[in-house]
């Protein structure tokens, strides 16, 4: 069983930044790729960013690419996301995921489900 836990969502005007933070226990993470997603009202979830298991792939939704930065800490059991650049439609509730295999590509990486594991969610909201 793995549990994650967002953190670090918040109000931010345009143009700002916020570094979103997702912890796990229960379960090393250190061996899976680990994904965040969002979900804005009236949407559907969304692939945002993914990064493999050692930290040397990363993968972005082009709506975020040069905007955002996925990272990680194994050794700390996090991954986080870095956003720079903020925008309006960036507003929606964040959610980090577990890959639910050690296998992945640039492609099934982007796929809601092939996660198994989800936290609750933290809202970031961008003022204009």
């Known amino acids: 069983q793995v549990q994650l836990v967002e953190s670090g969502g918040g109000l931010v005007q345009a143009g700002g930044s916020l570094r979103l933070s997702c912890a796990a226990s229960?379960?090393?993470?250190?061996?899976?790729?680990m994904g965040w997603f969002r979900q804005a009202p009236g949407k559907e979830r969304e692939f945002v960013a993914a990064?493999?298991?050692?930290?040397?792939?990363?993968y972005y939704a082009n709506s975020v690419k040069g905007r955002f930065t996925i990272s990680r800490d194994n050794a700390a059991n996090t991954v986080y996301l870095q956003m720079n650049s903020l925008k309006p439609e960036d507003t929606a509730v964040y959610c980090c995921?577990?890959?639910?295999?050690?296998?992945?590509?640039?492609?099934?990486?982007?796929?809601?489900?092939?996660?198994?594991?989800w936290g609750q969610g933290t809202q970031v909201t961008v003022s204009s």
């Open positions: 995921a577990k890959f639910s295999s050690p296998y992945f590509d640039e492609y099934n990486v982007k796929r809601l489900d092939e996660y198994d594991y």
């Open positions: 229960g379960r090393t993470l250190s061996s899976y790729a």
């Open positions: 990064i493999s298991w050692r930290g040397g792939s990363t």
